[in-house]
């Protein structure tokens, strides 16, 4: 599966951001599509993801503010980011799961500013 990311930039903080994941298949055909983030200077950390069923998963470091969606005719995942905080600063990359792959995005990069 690719996956194209888009949508990060630099707000300030408060802010909202939505970021888009097109993937080169139909999203109902991957297991799991989700975001994961890396802030400078630390590990990759998983955000959200939706489940091909559609079922849906925050983490509860970001829940309230952030939402994961989907569009099947577009093979898209969202996710909008809304209150955002400094500590929502970094990489945001996109990753898909299916039975038999674990694909990644080339990441968009999202700056909050105080």
């Known amino acids: 599966v690719q996956l194209q990311a888009c949508g990060g930039g630099l707000v300030q903080a408060g802010e909202s951001l939505k970021l888009s994941c097109v993937a080169s298949?139909?999203?109902?055909?991957?297991?799991?599509i989700g975001w994961y983030r890396q802030a400078p200077g630390k590990q990759r950390e998983f955000v959200a993801r939706?489940?091909?069923?559609?079922?849906?998963y925050v983490v509860d470091s970001v829940k309230g503010r952030f939402t994961i969606s989907r569009d099947g005719v577009k093979n898209t995942v969202y996710l909008q980011m809304n209150g955002l905080n400094p500590d929502d600063t970094g990489v945001y990359y996109c990753?898909?799961?299916?039975?038999?792959?674990?694909?990644w995005g080339q990441g968009t990069l999202v700056t909050v500013s105080s």
């Open positions: 990753n898909a799961l299916t039975g038999t792959s674990d694909s």
């Open positions: 298949r139909s999203i109902f055909s991957i297991n799991y």
């Open positions: 939706v489940h091909s069923g559609g079922s849906a």
